[in-house]
């Protein structure tokens, strides 16, 4: 599935920016099967050991980070937890991203990111629709864009886990004046979550995927 969104955003008053930053996002297709998944997260995610094509900047990109509270997705069921309520689990493994511009030229910034996700004991399907935000912030400010991207997930028969990536093709960051550089500015990144699985994620809890699968079939072979 190929998709291209857009959203402009009008900008508070400040000095370092334009006034506007649009973001535009296209995700990646489903693979027909396991091996067909790993082959193509492989081929794209090569991007570890070699980095997204750059070229001679005016200046640093914009720091690009995952935010802690928003970094995993932790969906019980009736929001009991426990390994036996898992539904669904998902969680941003790693970020890489690159950036253009030159003299008064806004900022482009092209950025991929892989998501590991997860099947368990309570999930009622194998297809699941994740949704993730990317946001543009002055550095230690305000934000100045968000915008909230749908990345649909099948997981292989037989298997509770699988993984993608999903790539953010253009964000665009308009500048005031050949000063302003990428230093200026972050961009964030972070699954749409409640207020109870951020604060899940900010208290370091952790389950295993398949540890209430588990647990039922060794109960099971027990009786």
Same mark, same amino acid.
């Given at each position: 599935?190929?998709?291209?969104?857009?959203?402009?955003?009008?900008?508070?008053?400040?000095?370092?920016?334009?006034?506007?930053?649009?973001?535009?996002?296209?995700?990646?297709?489903?693979?027909?099967?396991?091996?067909?998944?790993?082959?193509?997260?492989?081929?794209?995610?090569?991007?570890?050991?070699?980095?997204?094509?750059?070229?001679?900047?005016?200046?640093?990109?914009?720091?690009?980070?995952?935010?802690?509270?928003?970094?995993?997705?932790?969906?019980?069921?009736?929001?009991?937890?426990?390994?036996?309520?898992?539904?669904?689990?998902?969680?941003?493994?790693?970020?890489?991203?690159?950036?253009?511009?030159?003299?008064?030229?806004?900022?482009?910034?092209?950025?991929?990111?892989?998501?590991?996700?997860?099947?368990?004991?309570?999930?009622?399907?194998?297809?699941?629709?994740?949704?993730?935000?990317?946001?543009?912030?002055?550095?230690?400010?305000?934000?100045?864009?968000?915008?909230?991207?749908?990345?649909?997930?099948?997981?292989? /028969?037989?298997?509770? $886990?699988?993984? #993608?990536?999903?790539? @953010?093709?253009?964000?665009?960051?308009?500048? &005031? !004046? +050949?000063?302003?550089?990428?230093?200026?500015?972050?961009?964030?990144?972070?699954?749409?979550?409640?207020?109870?699985? /951020?604060?899940?994620? $900010?208290?370091? #809890?952790?389950?295993? @995927?398949?540890?209430?699968?588990?647990?039922? &079939? !060794? +109960?099971?072979?027990?009786?």
């Amino acid at each position: 599935m190929r998709r291209t969104l857009v959203l402009l955003f009008a900008l508070l008053v400040a000095w370092t920016v334009a006034p506007v930053a649009a973001v535009h996002a296209q995700a990646g297709g489903d693979a027909d099967d396991a091996a067909a998944k790993k082959k193509q997260r492989d081929a794209e995610w090569n991007l570890r050991q070699a980095p997204l094509p750059g070229v001679r900047n005016a200046g640093p990109c914009p720091f690009v980070k995952v935010l802690y509270d928003a970094a995993r997705y932790m969906e019980f069921k009736d929001n009991k937890e426990s390994s036996a309520a898992v539904r669904y689990t998902g969680e941003i493994e790693d970020v890489s991203s690159t950036c253009e511009y030159r003299g008064t030229d806004p900022i482009k910034v092209k950025m991929v990111a892989l998501f590991s996700f997860g099947r368990g004991p309570q999930a009622d399907s194998t297809h699941k629709t994740y949704r993730y935000w990317v946001a543009v912030t002055q550095r230690n400010r305000q934000v100045i864009a968000k915008d909230y991207f749908d990345l649909p997930v099948s997981f292989p /028969a037989g298997q509770d $886990r699988t993984s #993608k990536t999903d790539t @953010v093709r253009e964000i665009v960051i308009p500048r &005031a !004046a +050949s000063t302003v550089s990428g230093e200026n500015f972050e961009i964030l990144l972070g699954f749409d979550v409640t207020p109870e699985m /951020a604060d899940f994620n $900010r208290q370091g #809890k952790r389950f295993r @995927v398949n540890a209430g699968a588990a647990a039922e &079939a !060794a +109960s099971s072979d027990g009786k």
